[in-house]
């Protein structure tokens, strides 16, 4: 029996080793002897004899030695043979949807270039396509994700654009007559929307206080930053006329705090700035950002050095993050909260997101897309309402995004969190929904690196915290 390191990515939390096992997507704490069985079988396997009377040499007792080899075996640190890719588990053939997105129209009031849906890097194919969802296609959508949600007692709705208050007739009579069907089956339905907030009126943020609908608003710092891409038809900013709105949807929506999305680009990259004014002056709950899906040569693309400087933001943000939760206190910054969420529930992904298997996006005329950001790309639809979703289009398109597919991650210890990423942004980079993110991947590896010591130091400091990413799992 000869024993080798398994897939582990060591890492120091606080004061103390820890270990990230790869194949399960488990944490486990090192003491000292289990930290050096891991560094003994670096370079070279050994046999199980052999390590056992190394580290009795190192005045291990023979017990002790013993002991630990077979615990680091058993939660698959080590293993007898070479380490090797294990494949992902499979999916099962039907898997009931979780949420919905409808697109309720793909027009908007902006013209931001770096949009995705109808920008420069645009996949949507919306010509002589509806403009705005219909009651009928709503209507088919809701009993679609009833109908096919299984035992689920709860589902979700979002609504998403083009601009989503656009169309906010239909949103509203949408939530009315899903809230009544799911009530008649004894199920719950919960809402969410994305918004830019340049049409939240008084009688618009009434709604979403009434009926509990959650809001993320699409912004991008201060008013220069936000002025720079997200900007009306005519050339003028869009911060002015928003900046008094948000203020007041957040004063009012305190059932469901209100959450920013910040898409960065090389007009929006100070991290610092821009966390502290949305969260600090505005009021946001929670911030999250995400650099800007587009091809590398746009003038708003991000490059290689941009995307170091926004790491280096962010691990500085994680920092104080990481002081808030050892004082047992909310930090509003989500891209951490969500990366420790997934740590803390062992997540171990096959497929980079929901997309296409507990979640579909539905566009205006009734098309399936397997997430919104696919809606109205003829290329990409996966069925249509009237007729449900065509599973072979959603195997294909499933079968071709599965991390076992992507050999260049089959070797990467950060696969369990990232599955080699946005099929979208794979799309729009590559041409191909199942290429891996291959741009990204530094990247990806040094920031869970840095969850994982934050993620180590709250267990060892204050691991009562963690509790908050149980309920997380929950809500």
């Known amino acids: 029996m000869m024993y080798s390191k398994s897939q582990v990515h060591t890492f120091r939390g606080a004061e103390h080793d820890f270990a990230y096992l790869v194949p399960s997507g488990g944490i486990v704490a090192l003491d000292g002897i289990s930290t050096e069985v891991l560094k003994r079988l670096e370079d070279q396997p050994m046999s199980r004899e052999r390590l056992i009377v190394e580290l009795v040499e190192s005045g291990y007792s023979y017990a002790e030695a013993a002991e630990c080899v077979d615990e680091l075996q058993e939660v698959r640190a080590i293993q007898d043979g070479p380490a090797v890719y294990e494949p992902s588990q499979a999916l099962p053939e039907d898997f009931p949807l979780q949420s919905i997105v409808l697109n309720v129209t793909n027009q908007c009031n902006l013209s931001c270039s770096y949009c995705y849906e109808f920008g420069e890097d645009k996949i949507a194919t919306p010509d002589g396509k509806k403009k705005f969802m219909d009651m009928e296609t709503a209507k088919a959508s809701v009993d679609y994700l009833l109908d096919e949600s299984g035992d689920r007692p709860s ?31 004894e199920r719950k339905v919960e809402f969410s929307l994305t918004t830019n907030a340049t049409l939240l009126s008084e009688a618009i943020v009434d709604f979403l206080v009434e009926h509990g609908i959650g809001v993320t608003v699409s912004m991008d710092g201060t008013r220069e930053m936000q002025d720079k891409f997200r900007i009306f038809s005519n050339g003028k900013g869009s911060y002015d006329i928003i900046k008094p709105k948000v203020k007041n949807l957040i004063s009012k929506h305190r059932a469901r705090p209100v959450g920013a999305r910040v898409t960065m680009t090389s007009g929006a990259m100070d991290v610092r700035a821009i966390y502290d004014h949305l969260k600090g002056e505005l009021g946001f709950h929670e911030v999250a950002f995400a650099p800007v899906t587009t091809s590398p040569d746009r003038l708003y693309s991000i490059g290689e050095p941009g995307m170091g400087r926004v790491l280096e933001q962010f691990s500085d943000l994680a920092d104080e993050y990481l002081a808030y939760a050892l004082r047992g206190e909310h930090h509003g910054f989500s891209n951490v909260s969500d990366t420790l969420a997934e740590l803390h529930q062992g997540v171990n992904k096959s497929l980079p997101c929901g997309a296409g298997l507990g979640m579909v996006g539905v566009g205006p005329s009734g098309d399936i897309a397997p997430c919104h950001r696919f809606v109205d790309s003829d290329e990409h639809a996966i069925g249509h309402i009237s007729e449900g979703i065509d599973k072979e289009k959603r195997a294909d398109f499933l079968g071709r995004g599965n991390v076992d597919t992507k050999y260049d991650c089959h070797s990467c210890w950060a696969r369990p ?6 099929h979208h942004e794979a799309f729009v980079r590559y041409g191909d929904t199942g290429h891996a993110n291959l741009h990204y991947c530094d990247w990806i590896r040094q920031w869970t690196h840095k969850c994982l010591e934050i993620y180590g130091a709250i267990a060892e400091k204050n691991p009562a915290f963690l509790q908050h990413f149980e309920e997380r799992k929950t809500a």
């Open 155 to 185: 589902v979700h709705i979002t609504f998403f654009g083009g601009e989503t208050l656009m169309n906010f007739p239909l949103m509203k009579q949408v939530v009315i007559y899903a809230r009544e069907e799911a009530t008649k089956r």
């Open 417 to 422: 969190l990232c599955a080699g990423g946005c």
